[in-house]
């Protein structure tokens, strides 16, 4: 069965701290897609980054970073020196390479980031 | 230009009515699909269409019956609503398997 789990349901931060998401797993598939989407206050869903299972590179995208471990099933996200803007609840997903376009999302972790 | 639209943004209505929520894409994406967001955020797929052909049917009450008269557009139309139906409802579409989603900006349906 596929999963994705997000142990942390809130985390609250003060601005200028860096926070990491957890983001776990569970596929026997060897072909899959990993990615996070960004959900603020106003209620849209945004996305933010997409890795295949064959790509354990990390990423770096300005304050956001990602860590993908295959050995440990996970895809965590890193927000370095947050800001108010970036709270919002955010999924991590889970698209398998075969069987349709089916997206599992996690349960979402709401990220507070107070002034 | 917006590039997945929802309409409407806002539904309510009552107990047993029926009512349609329209999706329209404008990236020319193949793939479009229906979730639904429960009050606890939770977010689940009900279908999938590509290319105008269903692919993703889940676990949906048959009161929910998609529609897609092109890729473009995919419509949801909810038979007998009921109060457990309220949520928030997204469209999304894709252009392939190992693309992110593209969400509507999403349909908060309250049935009373």
Same mark, same amino acid.
């Given at each position: 069965?596929?999963?994705? $789990?997000?142990?942390?349901?809130?985390?609250?931060?003060?601005?200028?701290?860096?926070?990491?998401?957890?983001?776990? &797993?569970? $596929?026997?598939?060897?072909? &899959?897609?990993?990615?996070?989407?960004?959900?603020?206050?106003?209620?849209?869903?945004?996305?933010?980054?997409?890795?295949?299972?064959?790509?354990?590179?990390?990423?770096?995208?300005?304050?956001?970073?990602?860590?993908?471990?295959?050995?440990?099933?996970?895809?965590?996200? $890193?927000? =370095?020196?947050?800001?108010?803007?970036?709270? @919002?609840?955010?999924?991590?997903?889970?698209?398998?390479? =075969?069987?349709?376009?089916?997206?599992?999302?996690?349960?979402?972790?709401?990220?507070?980031?107070? @002034? | 230009?917006?590039?997945? #639209?929802?309409?409407?943004?806002?539904?309510?209505?009552?107990?047993?009515?029926?009512?349609?929520?329209?999706?329209?894409?404008?990236?020319?994406?193949?793939?479009?699909?229906?979730?639904?967001?429960?009050?606890?955020?939770?977010?689940?797929?009900?279908?999938?269409?590509?290319?105008?052909?269903?692919?993703?049917?889940?676990?949906?009450?048959?009161?929910?019956?998609?529609?897609?008269?092109?890729?473009?557009?995919?419509?949801?139309?909810?038979?007998?609503?009921?109060?457990?139906?309220?949520?928030?409802?997204?469209?999304?579409? #894709?252009?392939?398997?190992?693309?992110?989603?593209?969400?509507?900006?999403?349909?908060?349906?309250?049935?009373?």
């Amino acid at each position: 069965a596929q999963k994705v $789990t997000q142990a942390q349901t809130e985390i609250s931060v003060v601005e200028k701290e860096d926070v990491t998401l957890d983001c776990v &797993y569970e $596929t026997r598939d060897t072909t &899959y897609y990993l990615f996070w989407y960004k959900q603020p206050p106003s209620g849209e869903l945004v996305f933010l980054i997409r890795r295949n299972s064959f790509d354990e590179q990390n990423e770096i995208s300005g304050r956001y970073s990602w860590n993908f471990q295959k050995s440990t099933s996970s895809f965590n996200f $890193t927000i =370095t020196a947050s800001q108010v803007v970036d709270s @919002a609840v955010y999924f991590c997903a889970l698209r398998l390479g =075969t069987g349709g376009f089916k997206t599992i999302f996690g349960a979402g972790t709401r990220l507070f980031v107070k @002034a | 230009d917006t590039a997945v #639209s929802q309409t409407p943004k806002y539904l309510v209505t009552q107990m047993g009515n029926d009512k349609s929520i329209k999706c329209e894409q404008n990236l020319g994406h193949d793939t479009m699909y229906w979730y639904k967001q429960d009050s606890k955020k939770f977010l689940k797929i009900m279908f999938s269409y590509n290319n105008k052909e269903l692919i993703i049917n889940e676990t949906v009450p048959n009161r929910f019956s998609p529609k897609s008269p092109d890729k473009a557009h995919l419509n949801l139309h909810i038979n007998s609503l009921e109060l457990g139906d309220s949520a928030v409802y997204f469209c999304a579409s #894709s252009q392939a398997r190992n693309y992110g989603y593209t969400f509507g900006s999403g349909t908060r349906l309250t049935v009373v």
